[in-house]
């Protein structure tokens, strides 16, 4: 069992170059977040899914797209990337809380070090 | 919108107890939520409490009270393995799980 796949998990970009973060979960998992977390700020909510064909912005979504055409699959897109989203990338994916005995625990991938020079 | 807040760096002796607060605001409230993560790791589940009270998971406990918007992990006989961050975070309304800025714990000997 897999659980949570982030690809790729390094990389670094030029400013205005653009790139997909891919996130996958076998976990049949309702919810799907990306999160980035830079030093001292925590884990930043950029956007997330509550169900196939369905996202929503968190709190820091300016610069990025996503788009979950499948369950499995939760795609991050930066369009034209800046130094200020040096960072790293994490995706996380839990039941719905109707489910599992309403546990909302996250599943996280083991990040994606995104650096833009 | 969510917000939480919970000390920046906590130092505490090996075999201690120790105990890391949070407090939230949100809009729609399902549960609180206790993350740690290693340096360089993934964020990794602790605990979920979603009614008021105590949770408790082996060295681990967590506490909840809802009308406070307060909660708390307790760490007992700590290990230097513990030595890590600690995320609370909450999860309001249409499941949006927003974190805290987290907790560095350091466990000395």
């Known amino acids: 069992n897999a659980g949570v796949t982030q690809t790729p998990k390094f990389r670094v970009l030029k400013t205005g170059q653009s790139m997909t973060l891919l996130c996958a979960q076998d976990m049949n998992h309702e919810y799907m977040y990306w999160y980035r977390q830079d030093p001292g700020m925590g884990l930043r909510l950029i956007h997330y899914?509550?169900?196939?064909?369905?996202?929503a912005k968190g709190e820091v979504p300016d610069g990025y797209n996503v788009s979950r055409l499948k369950k499995q699959n939760f795609l991050l897109g930066l369009e034209s990337a800046a130094p200020s989203q040096t960072s790293v990338y994490f995706c996380a994916s839990s039941y719905s809380i109707w489910q599992e005995n309403m546990n909302t625990e996250a599943f996280f991938g083991q990040g994606t070090r995104l650096t833009v020079v | 919108g969510q917000s939480l807040e919970q000390p920046s760096e906590v130092t505490a002796v090996e075999g201690a107890i120790v105990q890391i607060n949070c407090t939230y605001q949100t809009s729609g409230f399902y549960g609180l939520s206790w993350y740690q993560q290693h340096d360089g790791g993934a964020p990794t589940f602790l605990s979920y409490?979603?009614?008021?009270g105590l949770e408790e998971t082996g060295r681990f406990s967590s506490f909840l009270s809802r009308s406070d918007s307060y909660g708390y992990l307790l760490l007992q006989e700590l290990q230097m393995k513990d030595s890590a961050s600690y995320f609370c975070?909450?999860?309001?309304?249409?499941?949006?799980?927003?974190f805290g800025t987290g907790t560095k714990l350091q466990v000395i000997p």
């Open positions: 409490n979603a009614l008021d």
């Open positions: 899914s509550v169900g196939e064909g369905t996202t």
């Open positions: 975070a909450v999860t309001g309304g249409y499941q949006k799980v927003t």
